[in-house]
């Protein structure tokens, strides 16, 4: 990933504990999150250089599962990156129409380049009971955008 070199190691525990290509494995996951990985990430948001950065810290709780922490923070962002937070939590969740209600509110995102928000909605609104692996690795790569965009 390509963060700088405090917040790399910073996070390496996280990264070390799971990969990016293990993480977020449901479109729309079912299960409750890893308390071990919810512990985790609960205290790497207490370093100064997440403490403030809400934006990352919503990024963090969907990277483990946990929609309801990620939702808290991001709704409380007024930015296109807190839309676009909030708009990926929703759509994890299954609220497909509110999902895209937020990526309309966040406007066109240049690091989505080639990826269309709204029709991945469509795609995961379609396919989510299937997971099919095409669309968690595009899961997987349109968080890895947003984090890095967010980390800079």
Same mark, same amino acid.
């Given at each position: 990933?390509?963060?700088? $070199?405090?917040? +790399?190691?910073?996070?390496?525990?996280?990264?070390? #504990?799971?990969?990016?290509?293990?993480?977020?494995?449901?479109? !729309?996951?079912? #299960?409750?999150?890893?308390?071990?990985? !919810? @512990?985790?990430?609960?205290?790497?948001?207490?370093?100064?250089?997440?403490?403030?950065?809400?934006?990352? $810290?919503?990024?963090?709780?969907?990277?483990?599962?946990?929609?309801?922490?990620? /939702?808290?923070? +991001? &709704?409380?962002?007024?930015?296109?990156?807190?839309?676009?937070? /909030?708009?990926?939590?929703?759509?994890?969740?299954?609220?497909?129409?509110?999902?895209?209600?937020?990526?309309?509110?966040?406007?066109?995102? +240049?690091?989505?380049?080639?990826?269309?928000?709204?029709?991945? !909605?469509? $795609?995961?609104?379609? #396919?989510?009971? $299937?997971?099919?692996?095409?669309?968690?690795? /595009?899961?997987?790569? @349109?968080? &890895? !955008?947003?984090?890095?965009?967010? #980390?800079?």
């Amino acid at each position: 990933m390509n963060l700088t $070199q405090p917040l +790399s190691s910073l996070l390496a525990p996280l990264f070390e #504990a799971l990969p990016l290509d293990s993480a977020m494995p449901d479109l !729309v996951p079912s #299960a409750v999150p890893d308390p071990a990985l !919810v @512990e985790l990430v609960s205290t790497l948001c207490k370093d100064p250089l997440l403490l403030k950065n809400l934006p990352l $810290q919503a990024g963090l709780w969907l990277y483990v599962d946990d929609l309801t922490r990620s /939702h808290n923070i +991001s &709704q409380s962002i007024e930015s296109q990156a807190g839309s676009l937070w /909030h708009g990926i939590m929703h759509r994890r969740e299954g609220d497909f129409w509110n999902s895209k209600y937020w990526f309309r509110k966040a406007g066109t995102f +240049s690091g989505f380049a080639g990826m269309n928000p709204s029709d991945f !909605v469509d $795609q995961v609104e379609k #396919a989510h009971k $299937q997971n099919p692996l095409a669309l968690v690795a /595009h899961q997987r790569q @349109e968080w &890895q !955008v947003l984090f890095e965009w967010c #980390a800079k």
